[in-house]
């Protein structure tokens, strides 16, 4: 049964030095999105981190909203929150699909996001993952942004080297005084 299963949970990540996440979420169903908040907000909190939440009338303008604050602020994280509930038209896929492609691909531009959007058949699932004290799938979101900002900041100082050629960060260019005049 899918309501007995044990999931496992890595431990919560710790940093040296503050993280700032920014919440975005669609407030569409508000009582949802309110439980989702929450959970983001407590494990956030728990991690010694800082947050701001921004609203946006729906899932679709979610990444588009993250997008924007990244090129024009300075959060170390992300967290997309929301809930997409299945209707009697295609919309729901296009939401769907849209909406976690869009945060897919900001992902491997390098952002560090939770994705907490909520995508399911009826109210009552929703209503379960949402509980901060249930699944809280809004938890899970903000956890996830925390280990990739982990991870960011473990590897963003190292550089890379060229082939078998050690890294160096003395870039000798032709013609520079301390370096060989001819080639």
């Known amino acids: 049964m899918a309501g007995n299963e044990q999931h496992y949970v890595l431990e919560r990540p710790s940093f040296d030095r503050p993280v700032k996440i920014l919440i975005v ?27 701001e939440l921004v609203e946006m009338p729906g899932a ?16 170390d994280g992300y967290v997309a929150l929301g809930c997409v509930i299945r209707g009697e038209t295609t919309h729901y896929e296009t939401v769907c699909n849209d909406s976690s492609r869009a945060l897919q691909l900001l992902g491997l531009q390098g952002l560090c996001i939770g994705n907490g959007i909520l995508t399911v058949e009826n109210r009552t699932q929703a209503e379960v993952r ?19 900002v982990a991870l960011a900041r473990k590897w963003r100082g190292q550089s890379k080297g060229i082939g078998f050629k050690p890294a160096s960060e003395n870039i000798l260019l032709a013609g520079d005084n301390d370096g060989p005049t001819t080639a």
Do not use: C, M
């Open 25 to 51: 979420v669609s407030p569409y169903y508000k009582d949802i999105a309110d439980n989702l908040v929450a959970g983001a907000k407590a494990e956030i909190e728990a991690a010694g981190g800082t947050w």
């Open 60 to 75: 679709l303008e979610i990444p588009t909203a993250i997008g924007i604050s990244d090129r024009a602020s300075n959060f």
């Open 130 to 148: 949402a509980d901060a004290k249930g699944q809280n799938k809004g938890g899970g979101a903000a956890a996830a942004a925390l280990h990739l």
